[in-house]
């Protein structure tokens, strides 16, 4: 089984929804990829947190097959996190962030951890993703996320970054503000030139779009009769997309279109709950019945 | 071949988008679905114009193969519509309406025309819809569109009519504000709780979803390059579902997902140009060509 190297965040969230809230509960980009990808494949994290930060969580992602040398507990206190999110699930708005421990981050790759042939950069500063890959041997493919907030404050770290990278995924508003195009077909096409072969652009409730040379993949998102947090969905997804890839050992489109509805199944279970509660719960026959269930949603004849 | 009866608006409309601009443009819900559903079926045309609307428009829908006996030119002007679009193509914006004769359309159904197998009842006033099915003879199909005009204005009315609709085409924020509920999944069950069998929800560049008893269908939207204007999209996409469920004569599940793949080609086509100049030039070959590339769109393959 090959292993995947995700560098992120660790966090404590705080977030109000339609349908509740929840207190100081674990999140952070690397956590939710790390436990969605866990169910495919092995995972080396790396990541930071406080002194705050409990046993509890430490033994509970370790369960999971979540390699935690490379999560180093220094003086401090946690990344916290508070927003809310009002009907329009896919906005959410942030009242707190407190990056405490995260704001002097440098990930330090642990040797054993430097041949993982499957890299995930979440969605963290641009010259630290690229310190990542100055210090791990040739993976197979480097996948990576960002945010709005990079775009517009280091857009040229982020376009060296984005030539080392194979996979790159990120969301619809993300897409136009990083090409300056309206159009996503324009967009993909500005994006890709900057050296990825292949872009996943989440669109949230309406699902992702592949864009990869001249191909084009559309997946939806699973109807759900509640969305009760978004939060996290977005590295769920990309969880569940490189877990797969990494278990087939497979970077072939056709693979990577049945990776992004493995993706789409874990963001869609993801969401049914706060926190990591759905995902901590869930199996592999309801991980494969819900990709079933995909082929369903999106079946029609040929004439 | 089945014919489909169809009752609506017959336009002029003056747009502008990102992309240019149309003065006086034929349009109106009637004229781009006939147009749409002429490549697939015969259609019956019901609607009204003023004495200003030139013989040249007539002569060019009726060389479609659309049967203009039910569209009466009454004194006064045409239907007028003026408005635009911004980078948000999802978003019609109104600058003016000008009802003129259709202020007091009050549609009479020639008697050949009363035994169509399929109807369409584009939208209009709901008092209106019900007094075209009180003319027609036992239809294997009757389907229907509303607007937020109607869903507020006249609630009870649209109520009453959906409970003799087969198949309601609506967008997804008319589906939140008739059904009160802002989960679609939730919405769908209450709107075929007034009636219809199926309902389709469109959702303008992210696709549309079928709900038909327990079954849900995902279609995406075409990704175009450039969406030049959106006007007709809608009605474009109920003349290419309508036009293919009555040329194939079959309503089952299976032939409705396929039909809406056809609604969707149509409608892909429909926007890359002003009024009806993409789909006048149009050929059957294009359409085929569109169907085969949705199904690449959204290929992947089961585990």
């Known amino acids: 089984m090959s292993r995947i190297l995700v560098v992120g ?9 339609p349908f509740g809230k929840a207190e100081e509960v674990l999140g952070g980009s690397a956590t939710y990829f790390s436990t969605s990808a866990s169910f495919f494949a092995g995972v080396n994290l790396v990541a930071v947190v406080g002194e705050d930060f409990p046993e509890a969580h430490i033994k509970s992602l370790s369960t999971k097959g979540i390699d935690l040398a490379g999560l180093r507990k220094v003086p401090g206190k946690t990344f916290r996190w508070k927003g809310y999110y009002g009907y329009d ?3 959410a708005h942030t009242l707190e962030t407190h990056l405490n421990v995260f704001s002097s981050f440098n990930p330090e790759i642990p040797s054993e951890y430097t ?3 499957f890299v995930f950069l979440a969605n963290i500063d641009p010259e630290l993703q690229m310190k990542v890959l100055e210090q791990v041997k040739s993976p197979r493919l480097v996948a990576c996320d960002t945010m709005n907030f990079w775009i517009e404050g280091k857009p040229e770290a982020l376009k060296e970054l984005l030539k ?3 996979l790159f995924v990120i969301n619809e508003g993300e897409a136009r503000e990083l090409s300056g195009e309206a159009s996503l077909v324009k967009a993909a096409r500005v994006i890709l030139g900057y050296g990825p072969k292949t872009l996943i652009v989440k669109r949230g409730e309406y699902g992702a ?3 990869n040379g001249g191909s084009v993949f559309s997946a939806p998102a699973y109807p759900l009769e509640d969305i009760f947090d978004p939060t996290g969905a977005g590295d769920t ?3 569940g997309l490189m877990g797969y890839l990494a278990s087939s050992n497979d970077i072939s489109e056709k693979n990577i279109r049945r990776a992004i509805i493995f993706g789409s199944v874990m963001a869609s279970f993801n969401v049914e709950a706060f926190s990591l509660e759905r995902l901590d719960r869930l199996t592999l026959q309801e991980i494969n019945e819900r990709f079933a269930q995909f082929k369903v949603l999106t079946h029609f004849e040929s004439i």
Not at 9 to 17: G, H, I, K, L, R
């Open 9 to 17: 965040s660790v966090a404590f969230d705080s977030v109000e929804t």
């Open 164 to 166: 080392k990278v194979d």
């Open 115 to 117: 041949d993982a042939p």
């Open 89 to 91: 699930l896919n906005q």
């Open 237 to 239: 997804f990309a969880g």
């Open 209 to 211: 779009l592949m864009f």
